[in-house]
Structure formats: C-alpha cells, structure tokens
C-alpha cells in the first residue's frame, strides 16, 4: 500500500506533530540564505551573477528580460496562449471584484469619519522555475497587483539555458512591468534592496522554495513579504457518498508538487478509506512524476484518516488549517460552515484543486503550515494599504472633549488632553 490508513484516534504524539506542525524546512538553510542575502545587500549585480553561476549552473547575460517575455508571448503556440489568456481574464476578473472602494460617512454627532485605499508603488512577484515551467504563479502573482493599481510590478525567475516561453509568455500577459532572470535567495535580496539593475520593491510575494523562502523570513523588517509559505498540501474531506477515484485523484496531483509535500484524505466510512488508499496506489503508477509522488504520499504528514464521526472529521479540519481543502461529500455547504480556517475551498466532485491551481480565477498563493489559521491567500488587500480620515465639527469635538481629556489624563499625557481644551477655549 502506498499511503497509510489509519484511525486518527489512535495518533500519537510524534503522528500529531507531523500532522499539525508541518514545516517549510527554512531553518537548515537559514544560515547560508543570510549570507547570501548579506552579499547581494552589499555587492548587488555583482553577487547576483556569482551566485547564478553558483546555484543555477547558468552565466546570465543581461539579468533583465522584459523584451523577452514580449517575444515569447508573441511567437507562442496558439493554443497555449489562448489558455493564458483564459486563465489571466478570470482571475482578473475575481480580483476585480475585490479592489475596496473609499468610503466617508458623517455623523450626527459632529463626527465625518471615512477610510480610503491606495495601491502600493512598487512590489515584487517570484515566479519559480529553473526545470519545472509556472506560469500560473505567473498569472496568480502579478495580475491582483497590476488590478490593486501598482504602479511598478517586477518579477524575478530562476534562469535555465533555456528559459520556458510558457512562463515567460503569462509574465508578460499578467502586466508585468520589469522581469529579471534571477531566482532563489539572490533574487529575493535583489528585490529586498535593489541592484545596478533590479529596482527594490516595498513588497515581495509569490511561493518558492526553502531557500526563497528562508529569505523573504531573512529579509521581512526591512521590506513587507506575503507570507512563509512550505511545500503544497491538500486536505480532502469525504463521507461514504464520495468516489474514492476522485478523493485518491487530489491526494496524488498534490503529491506530484514535491516529495515534502503533505496530502491528507479524513473520512468517517472505514469502506471509503480503503478504498481511496488502493486507488491512490493504482493512479500513482499511472503518473509521469510517480517517483516524486510515492515520496510525497509516504511522508509522515501524508495519510489517510478515519474518524469516528463527521464532527470529528470537522475538528480535525480545522486544526489542520489546509493550504487546500477539498470537500465531497454529500452535505458539503454544512460541512464548509463548521471549517473556518483554509486557504482555498474546493467544493463538490466537480470541482477539483487544479481549477482553483490555473483558470476558475481564485488565487493559488496561499498560506501553508496551518497559515490560514490567520491568513489567507494573495489579494488585491495584499497590494493596498488603507488610511483612515477624520473631521470633527466645533459641535463633535464639543462632545467628545470630556471623554477624550478624561482618558488622555488617566495615562498621564497631559498635552494630549491641553490639545484639545485649546481648541474648545479657542472655539468659545
């Protein structure tokens, strides 16, 4: 068998660990990353090309690739590109949905109180590569900016002999601004603090791996990062109505990522639970990357569960806060309501994990780690920040003089509460 079965009563501690305290694997690497991202701080294009040649076997010429990605869009295969262009138009389309709107509303009492948005000027997106081609992290990373209004949106990726014209293509039809083939570590600090030839950004986002994201965890205080984001993980909720081909489909596609990644099928029907862990078994030698896979379903983070009721299912759900969650079962929107943290929701038989990864429009960036405990995923939000704005009336000050002096004096800031006597003395 391929993946374990086993009852989630009967989890120890060290099953509960790997379970619930999955990790990104930053910390083995954190001590090069800061050097790494010491040297391009201080020596900039310099470092940059060092560690290229380094890391990535590759001598860059020209470490910007704007123009490249244009030619690539244009002389890619049409079907290919039509796909982009799909995929970019929906997930534009749902982020359009989100850009806040400034709001001002007046009180009686006196008080005009509003909030308003503003786009940040300039962030940057990782898109990953090297051997494997994303041009969804392309479409997912750069199109919530370019939507939120940024006005300078850069993206690095991994150089190769060869660059992959797919990603270059959706870089350049997500609106990117400035491209650079540079990735890991070096590229995070090049974005962090600025080179001869990468401009530094206020932001970085977009997934990588551990050493990418040792870095953003290196380089967060000096600039704003999304979030620390580890290899991808599924957690697929099912009940005896669920066809365990399609359970055993979602555990095996996000198995396919990364051997560290965690995928987990939780069920209350002994029956299913057999049944998914044979057919994973089955559909994994079916797959191109079945090496990759088989890891991935036979690491310590990776089962399938049985639970002794659905609410047990539920509250294990909920502790483990997946990066996806992919519910088919027969009552879903029930099951949903009682599941809070996620960071991406996939509902019914019909809608696998692989529509929200390329074209139903939601963003596929999201937290990991039980991350979306407190997060969630890309946004136009992760692009804007707000301001609040206030106007007080002679009236409204009036009114709120005694509460404003009374607090400002019982924490001893006495200039606080003179501020506002002199406006009400001023007044009369």
């Known amino acids: ?46 470092a940059v090309r060092e560690f290229t040649e380094e890391f990535d076997d590759v001598s860059v010429g020209n470490l910007e690739i704007t123009d490249e990605c244009e030619r690539a869009y244009e002389d890619l295969d049409e079907d290919l590109r039509e796909a982009i262009e799909t995929a970019a138009a929906n997930v534009r389309e749902f982020h359009e949905a989100q850009v ?79 491209v650079y083939s540079v990735g890991g570590a070096q590229a995070i600090a090049g974005l962090a603090y600025g080179t001869e030839t990468i401009t530094c950004v206020q932001k970085i986002v977009g997934p990588g791996n551990k050493w990418v994201t040792a870095a953003k965890a290196e380089v967060r205080g000096d600039v704003e990062i999304d979030f620390l984001a580890g290899p991808s993980e599924v957690l697929v909720v099912a009940d005896e109505t669920a066809d365990p081909e399609l ?9 396919e990522h990364d051997p560290n990644a965690s995928v987990v099928a939780v069920t209350d029907d002994e029956a299913t639970a057999d049944a998914v862990a044979a057919a994973v078994d089955e559909q994994a030698n079916a797959r ?59 509902l019914g038989p019909n809608t696998p994990v692989a529509a929200g990864d390329y074209a139903s429009g939601t963003n596929h960036v999201l937290p990991t780690n039980g991350g979306a405990r407190v997060t969630g995923g890309l946004s136009v939000e992760t692009f804007v920040r707000s301001t609040t704005v206030q106007r007080l009336s002679s009236d409204g000050l009036a009114a709120l003089g005694d509460t404003i002096t009374t607090l400002a004096e019982a924490e001893g800031l006495e200039a606080h509460a003179e501020s506002v006597r002199k406006r009400l003395t001023d007044d009369e």
Do not use: C, K
């Open 247 to 255: 359970v055993a489909a979602e555990l095996v596609a996000q198995a």
């Open 100 to 178: 806040p709107e400034d709001w001002r509303e007046a009180f009686d009492d006196g008080r005009e109180l509003g909030r308003r948005f503003r786009p940040l000027e300039r962030v940057g997106v990782y898109v990953p590569g090297g051997a494997a081609a994303y041009p969804s992290s392309a479409i997912m990373g750069v199109v919530p900016a370019v939507v939120a209004g940024v006005d300078h949106v850069a993206v690095v990726t991994p150089p190769a002999d060869e660059l992959n014209p797919a990603t270059l293509a959706a870089i350049h039809a997500a609106g990117a601004d400035a």
């Open 288 to 346: 191109e990357r079945e090496d990759t896979i088989r890891e991935a379903l036979a690491n310590d983070a990776s089962g399938v569960l049985v639970a002794r009721s659905m609410s047990e299912v539920i509250l294990f759900a909920e502790e483990y806060a997946p990066e996806h969650l992919s519910i088919i079962a027969d009552d879903d929107e029930s099951i949903l309501e009682r599941i809070d943290s996620a960071g991406s929701v996939f």
């Open 1 to 46: 068998m391929t993946i374990d079965v086993q009852p989630i009563a009967d989890l120890g501690p060290d099953d509960r660990t790997a379970f619930f305290e999955r990790d990104a694997g930053i910390e083995a690497v954190r001590s090069d990353v800061r050097e790494i991202v010491e040297r391009v701080r201080e020596e900039g294009d310099v």
